[in-house]
């Protein structure tokens, strides 16, 4: 049987493998799943070779609010933008 994505946001930090000025690329992105699986979905959406880490910072409920405005599906991710 499925495992359920859950109703949760879940941020991920990812890192690129291609350094730029002798530091890496990070980016965030938020997945549409539990912290279990999020890692997973975000790596998915990814170039290979990049590696991944969750945020821990719990949200805001205006950072929750602004993040249902995406509107994304259970296991869907997104890149968020600064």
Do not use: Y
């Amino acid at each position: 049987m499925a495992e359920s994505f859950g109703n949760a946001f879940t941020i991920v930090e990812v890192t690129a493998d291609d350094w730029a000025a002798g530091r890496p690329r990070k980016e965030l992105w938020v997945a549409a799943a539990k912290p279990s699986q999020a890692l997973t979905v975000v790596l998915a959406a990814v170039p290979e070779g990049w590696t991944g880490e969750l945020v821990i910072d719990r949200l805001t409920h205006q950072q929750k609010a602004s993040l249902e405005k995406l509107d994304l599906k259970p296991g869907e991710v997104c890149k968020l933008t600064k």
